[in-house]
């Protein structure tokens, strides 16, 4: 396991959507629009040299868990711009530890309990791991890979690459819905019948619309 993955294993889980959804103000505030390379970076406390000595210490790197949350908070509030903003800089990331297969569970040792705040939290991230899915894979079987150059010279030459597919991680495929359907509103306070909700999330117990997931 590398360093990258290791520290992504280590990312504080961000706010339950009741949290989310009491304050989207703070959200807003914490990824402004406008120089996002200055929030996107692990939020793990780094080693106290490098806060000391900011100017001269190594960057902080960002990590793929860190980005799935920043991903799961625009969500939460309805933040469509960096919804989808964060959904395609995930994508860019084409290093192995990005894979969307590799993204580790958020909970990985205890899993939380019915009913509570953390379950609909856990629920949101499984449903976004299939749009994640469905969004990365649009675009490959396309022939777009997620390490196709800024500016593309030979899109023949890309389409004629050898297609492979992202696929859910391990434990949002194992992932349980919840017992009863939970709602997620939209920044209105809208909520969807369950005909117009989002099917990769009703299967987990999540009554929310669809997010805006095609990009490129």
Request: charged share 25%; glycine share 2%; proline share 12%.
């Amino acid at each position: 396991m590398s360093h990258e993955q290791i520290q992504s294993l280590c990312e504080p889980i961000p706010p339950t959507p009741s949290g989310l959804l009491a304050d989207r103000t703070a959200v807003i505030q914490k990824y402004p629009l406008r120089r996002p390379m200055s929030w996107r970076h692990s939020l793990i406390p780094r080693p106290l040299i490098h806060r000391l000595l900011p100017l001269i210490s190594p960057s902080p790197i960002d990590t793929p868990s860190a980005s799935f949350y920043r991903l799961y908070q625009f969500f939460v509030i309805d933040w469509t711009v960096q919804f989808r903003n964060e959904l395609e800089y995930f994508w860019t990331q084409s290093q192995t530890d990005w894979a969307l297969s590799a993204l580790p569970d958020p909970y990985p040792n205890n899993k939380p309990n019915t009913g509570s705040d953390e379950a609909l939290q856990y629920a949101i991230m499984t449903g976004l791991c299939y749009i994640m899915e469905k969004a990365y894979n649009r675009l490959i079987m396309r022939g777009l890979p997620r390490d196709a150059p800024t500016v593309v010279d030979d899109f023949e030459e890309l389409r004629a690459r050898p297609k492979r597919p992202e696929k859910v991680p391990t434990w949002a495929e194992v992932a349980v819905p919840l017992d009863e359907v939970m709602d997620i509103p939209d920044s209105e306070g809208n909520v969807p019948a369950d005909e117009n909700a989002d099917e990769d999330f009703l299967r987990f117990g999540v009554r929310v619309a669809t997010p805006h997931w095609v990009f490129v």
